[in-house]
């Protein structure tokens, strides 16, 4: 199971506010009971869609005061993007399943669900949010791993997804 995690930013607190994350954190750690796999995915943002849409309302703005705005914001985001990198950052917390040998789909997923459980709680009392990745966020995750370029010039779309299921998970009929 994957978790999207919140950030926190630790630089931003106080000496003590630190201690007691550091401490949490620790103790978090230790009560977790399963290894678990922190990532942190830093990806460039396309901003081509954006200064677009940014073109199209500057276009349409019919006050002159708000399109020399939009103008400049234009060529100040534009300036930008072309001298630096825009770049996002993303958390998750990977909580694996180690095979016993049981075949029981339902109890692998009620284990799993168990240590989810317990690693939300934890992160909670860090004062970190989290939920879990839904199957299109999962794919994309490891589609852009995988295909960095490709992912940016053909993102995974839903009708993708119901494919994929179709083609994979729903081929019990013995034509593998």
Avoid at 53 to 62: A, F, M, P
């Amino acid at each position: 199971m994957v978790l999207a995690v919140s950030p926190v930013n630790f630089e931003l607190k106080s000496e003590d506010e630190q201690d007691a994350i550091i401490n949490t954190f620790e103790s978090f750690l230790n009560s977790v009971g399963c290894p678990l796999e922190i990532l942190i995915r830093t990806r460039e943002i396309d901003m081509d869609n954006y200064l677009a849409e940014l073109k199209d309302r500057t276009e349409s703005e019919e006050v002159p005061i708000y399109r020399q705005q939009l103008e400049n914001y234009s060529e100040f985001i534009s300036g930008l993007v072309t001298t630096n990198k825009i770049l996002t950052r993303h958390f998750y917390v990977v909580v694996p399943y180690v095979s016993t040998n049981k075949i029981d789909f339902e109890g692998v997923r009620e284990q799993i669900g168990i240590k989810v459980d317990i690693v939300q709680k934890g992160l909670a009392r860090l004062g970190v949010q989290s939920r879990e990745l839904a199957s299109l966020e999962l794919l994309d995750l490891f589609y852009s791993f995988y295909n960095p370029e490709q992912a940016k010039i053909q993102p995974l779309t839903d009708q993708a997804l119901q494919l994929l299921h179709t083609g994979y998970v729903q081929r019990g009929d013995g034509n593998e």
